[in-house]
């Protein structure tokens, strides 16, 4: 006997309503593109509604022809669990459910505008499509109401708590936060704090070999995060490796601001925190000069501060690594669809004169750049199924937030991200002096990740056309943290570098003659650093230097323990 039910007439009625509802979803949609460009500056490719309606029509006269025959499998992995796929109703939930968010992700490609116009409709549509997927509401989720069923409603109970956890730490666990302890078991290298102001402190780290470059290394990571992502578990710590390295090695610890700091901005972190941090370096180091490195937003920084000195006629910076790093932002992905003129002047209004940008609203918004990984995933876990994330370093530091002063926060959306004032010489005056990023002469590291969705690859490379100096520009594998937290003993995913080391003008153009290596990038960036480091020279025996900088506290201090 055949399982699969003959709907007959049903049949044909349901893909015939399909058929006249989403007709009158296109045919509205495709009146607004023929609409006339003085009334709306949204236009919408006609003929690829047409067609794209067609291939729905089909669709879904398939799907409905199958009838509550499960596929054999789903092409998206929340459905790919057998509950999913052994329930006939959740599995044609699910198929008609992608087929819907396949024509709805159709149409906002269908618009014709600007590109801004073209990224938020898409951004919107996206958001709401992930919001409305089955697998987030218990009712239609199998997995979750089957778990319910063998635990006799533990899950469910677990889920509640879970949720009124969130809602009182203030915000989505995506990992269990009880297992990591900052100093204990994360931002472990050996150190101490050698100098602090109401911005920063410096770390210096206890040599792990008996001879130190004499030209020492100073990282500089974003003030939107801590700083111990360069150094999570001894495995996967950045600072430990260059350690390891024979670099005697410095890191500025970000204070989380308070109300007490609402009121600096953007100079006071490139005068008070990162040029004071090269001159403190320089001191204890008793060096001619230092190397540097700014990991993101820190690299921003560090190329803003590099261009104050060079105004000045200073030249204590002998290298700068910058990684993932913005200092173009002609090319900002979707970061792009929250930034015009009317946001930047709310949030000038807001904070501009003083006022804090809280951690979480930042972290948030990095999070819905990619709702199904970093948010729906861990609302199904935690609350559905009742789950506790597992231990997980990367996430707990990312949960980890951190405030930002508002003077800072408005200065650095116009400046960068809506006007682009950084590459334009003479446009921008910061710390009393006229930026102008061609006098950056020395050598640059430059690094970009080629899955990056907060510093496009694009992005990454155009630092390439800014600076006139000796460039190396290298290309890694996965995204953002992933791409640069990939030490070489993993053995873990691919790097790219030209062997001519030619910069052409595009990115692409760089690829095509490009050649891949497995594994990490940190071997080739340790060679090319070792080549700016100096001599060698016997490692300190102590932190700081003399009465000026000793060692006030063990590593990693107070100020990366402050909570947002």
Known sequence: MNSTPDWGAAGEQYTDFFSRQWQNAFQSFAALGQAEPAKTAVQLDVHRLQALQQEYVQEATRLWSQGLQAPAQLQDRRFKSAPWLSNPVAAMTASAYLLNAKALMGMADAVQADEKT???????VEQWVAAMSPSNYLALNPEAQQKALETKGESLAKGIQNMLHDLQQGHLSMTDESAFEVGKN??????????ENELFQLIEYKPLTGKVYKRPLLLVPPCINKYYILDLQPENSLIRYAVSQGHRTFVVSWRNPDESLDHLGWDDYIEDAVIRAIDVTQQIAGADQINTLGFCVGGTMLATAL???AARGEDPVASATLLTTFVDFSST????VFIDEAFVQMREMQMGKGGLLKGQELAATFSFLRPNDLVWNYVVGNYLKGETP??????YWNSDATNLPGPWYAWYLRNTYLENNLIRPGKLTVCGEQIDMGRVTLPLYIYG??????VPIEAAYASTQVFPGDKRFVMGASGHIAGVINPPAKHKRSHWIRSDNALPASHGEWLQEATEHPGSWWTDWSQWLQSHAGTQIAAPK?????????ALEPAPGRYVREKA
């Open 307 to 309: 261009a104050v000195l």
């Open 118 to 124: 073209r990224q938020r409709i898409r951004f919107a």
């Open 390 to 395: 597992p231990p997980f370093d990367l996430l």
């Open 542 to 550: 102590r932190y700081g230097k003399g009465r000026s900088y000793e």
């Open 186 to 195: 994360v931002a472990t290298t050996e150190g101490a704090v050698v100098y």
């Open 333 to 336: 992905g979707v970061l792009d």
């Open 449 to 454: 990740s080629r899955e990056d969705h907060i």
